[in-house]
């Protein structure tokens, strides 16, 4: 059987959320509109990139024009999390509010993703505004596990650039220096922000950061499209210091 043909999402009709009767209505429905949203070419795309079976392909354009159209519904948007399907879980993420997860369910959350893109946009629009996000950092940057070592480094990059007070920037050159070679790839690309923040915002560590992603070399080979950065430190360390003036 041939996939459903792509719909115009301009016309995806606005589901009427009301209470929990109607959350099996509610969550077929709107699986069904992503379900209708699939696109084959999207699809083999998420595989390539390590997607597995159960997901559409919706493109992502379409996901946030529909998770506009609903607005936030945490109840639906934890239903579709539930499913494990990769679009279900993306627009979730739209949906969610942030505020009303605990640590522990976040915590779980962040442990299932399974694919890059659902644990970037978790990241990005849920554990970046939770309220304790300092707590899950801090526990995170101890654990084991890629997806929650992945959210750990991401989290320490964006305090780097934002509030590095209080963070032992040598102490985390040396972990990067020590771990990042062997770390899993999920979380080799946050560690790799860090390294590169560090050398970006602080001068005094730049030679160091530098030398550490010369010496690893990790990224050094990433296809970078014309116009765009390269991930490997020592080239973006030096571009974005010469942006800087």
């Known amino acids: 059987m041939k996939p459903p043909r792509p719909v115009n999402s ?7 959320l009301t209470d929990d009767t109607n959350m099996t209505t509610t969550l077929k ?3 069904a509109q992503l ?27 379409d996901i946030r024009k529909l998770a506009t159209k609903i607005k936030t519904n945490h109840a639906l948007a934890i239903a579709l999390w539930e499913t494990g399907n990769i679009d279900a879980r993306l627009l979730a993420i739209l949906l969610i509010n942030p505020k009303n997860l605990s640590g522990d369910e ?36 101890a654990d084991d596990d890629p997806w929650t070592a992945r959210a750990g480094w991401s989290l320490t ?28 790839p999920e979380a080799q690309w946050t560690m790799n922000f860090c390294l590169a923040g560090i050398g970006i915002h602080f001068p005094k560590y730049r030679k160091r950061a530098i030398a550490i992603g010369e010496t690893l070399g990790i990224y050094r080979d990433y ?23």
């Open 29 to 31: 429905e709107t699986l």
């Open 35 to 61: 379900e209708a949203l699939g696109n084959e070419k999207v699809r083999a795309q998420n595989s390539k990139n390590g997607a597995g079976d159960n997901q559409f392909g919706v493109r992502h354009g």
């Open 223 to 245: 296809p970078v499209s014309k116009g765009c950065t390269s991930p490997f430190a020592p080239i973006w360390i030096k571009e974005m210091v010469s942006r800087q003036g």
């Open 106 to 141: 976040l915590d779980r959350m962040v442990r299932s993703v399974g694919f890059v893109q659902v644990a970037d946009w978790l990241n990005s629009y849920v554990v970046k505004k939770y309220p304790d996000k300092e707590t899950l950092r801090q526990r995170w940057m």
């Open 10 to 16: 301009d016309v995806i009709p606005v589901l009427e």
């Open 157 to 184: 990059s964006e305090r780097i650039g934002k509030n590095p007070e209080g963070l032992d920037l040598p102490a985390l050159l040396d972990r990067i220096e020590s771990e990042m070679g062997d770390a899993a």
